[in-house]
């Protein structure tokens, strides 16, 4: 599967972005999908995740309450709304695909190494 990330851009602290990854082929309903970032001189970190069906989700303490993940099976498409934005948000973003049919775990979702396919990342900066 091919993802392609957009959606990122320039914002001052307190707004919002929504990004989108949108995926070739036609069995996106069968990947667990993940957003991840990297900020410069930073290992890439987890962000959310959300199961094929959409059904759970799951978020990073430092995003939770603020981002959203949501996916539209029909649209081959997974989002993630970014609201209260803070400068220690900016990174590139990543989206990820899961096509493995291990559970839906913490442990599994947040590993980078847990996903198959990745986009080429869409830039975030927050200003303050």
């Known amino acids: 599967v091919q993802l392609q990330a957009s959606g990122g851009g320039l914002v001052q602290a307190g707004g919002s972005l929504r990004l989108s990854c949108a995926a070739s082929?036609?069995?996106?309903?069968?990947?667990?999908m993940g957003w991840f970032r990297q900020a410069p001189g930073k290992e890439r970190e987890f962000v959310a995740a959300?199961?094929?069906?959409?059904?759970?989700?799951y978020y990073a303490d430092s995003v939770k309450g603020r981002f959203t993940i949501s996916r539209d099976n029909a649209k081959n498409t997974v989002y993630l709304q970014m609201n209260s934005l803070k400068p220690e948000d900016t990174a590139l973003y990543y989206c990820a695909a899961d096509e493995t049919r291990r559970l839906f775990t913490a442990v599994v979702i947040t590993s980078t190494a847990e996903y198959d396919y990745w986009g080429q990342g869409t830039q975030v900066t927050v200003s303050s």
């Open positions: 082929g036609r069995t996106f309903s069968s990947y667990v």
């Open positions: 959300i199961s094929r069906s959409g059904g759970s989700t």
